[in-house]
């Protein structure tokens, strides 16, 4: 089956500390890759997305996440955390050869900044 | 600006009665989505669709109605059939072209039951 999972369910990390969130996913397709941020009582904000090519990819925000197929994963990491960064992250995975056109999500990791 | 509107922000409803939360794109995108989120859930699926006037289920589609009328427009319903309405709902559209596959979100509706 396929699923995306997100081992931390909340990562607390000290101001200008390095930030990683974990993202594992389960597909015997190809898959494409996103990252999404939510502020509170907002919509999700794509972060950064991997389709193809270089499996390092680079988003706003000052974050880049890996693609790992070895590994199933897509963690996503920021060398310094700002206060501002203080939000909930989505992982998802869609399916490019798939007509269903769905996208399936994590469950959310909630990073704290603490001063 | 193009992007992807919801109405009301917030939405009150009383047991039994139903409400229909509003979501507008201007992206020219073809497909469309609602999800409903609760805390430690993540995103849900209610329903979908990939061209006006065809719309598919999602993973939890009891108890709402959708319809496509207009390219521009997907509309939910939440009918009193759904025992526990009480959520964030979340529009999303995604453009044309397979080779992007992104979705793009709505600001969200909070709708609670009283």
């Known amino acids: 089956a396929q699923s995306v999972t997100q081992l931390d369910s909340q990562v607390p990390v000290f101001e200008e500390a390095p930030v990683e969130l974990r993202c594992n996913y389960s597909?015997?397709?190809?898959?494409?890759l996103f990252w999404y941020v939510q502020y509170p009582n907002q919509g999700l904000q794509l972060l950064l997305k991997?389709?193809?090519?270089?499996?390092l990819v680079k988003g706003i925000n000052g974050f880049e996440a890996e693609f790992k197929k070895s590994e199933t994963s897509f963690h996503l990491t920021k060398p310094s955390a700002h206060m501002s960064d203080a939000a909930e992250y989505f992982c998802?995975?869609?399916?490019?050869?798939?007509?269903?056109?769905?996208?399936?999500f994590g469950s959310g990791t909630r990073l704290s900044i603490r001063p | 600006d193009g992007g992807i509107t919801q109405s009301p922000k917030y939405l009150f409803r009383k047991e039994g009665q139903n409400v229909t939360l509003s979501c507008e794109q201007n992206?020219?995108?073809?497909?469309m989505y609602w999800y409903r989120q609760d805390p430690g859930q993540g995103l849900r699926l209610i329903y979908y669709s990939q061209i006006v006037n065809d719309f598919q289920k999602g993973d939890i589609a009891e108890g709402y109605s959708v319809s496509r009328e207009k390219k521009e427009s997907f509309p939910l319903t939440v009918t009193s059939a759904q025992k526990n309405p009480t959520a964030f709902y979340l529009c999303?559209?995604?453009?044309?072209?397979?080779?992007?596959?992104?979705?793009?979100f709505g600001p969200g509706t909070r709708l609670t039951v009283l």
């Open positions: 992206l020219n995108h073809d497909a």
């Open positions: 597909s015997s397709v190809s898959v494409y």
């Open positions: 998802a995975v869609s399916f490019p050869h798939s007509s269903a056109s769905k996208i399936i």
């Open positions: 999303a559209s995604r453009g044309g072209s397979f080779s992007t596959d992104t979705q793009y």
């Open positions: 991997y389709l193809s090519g270089s499996t």
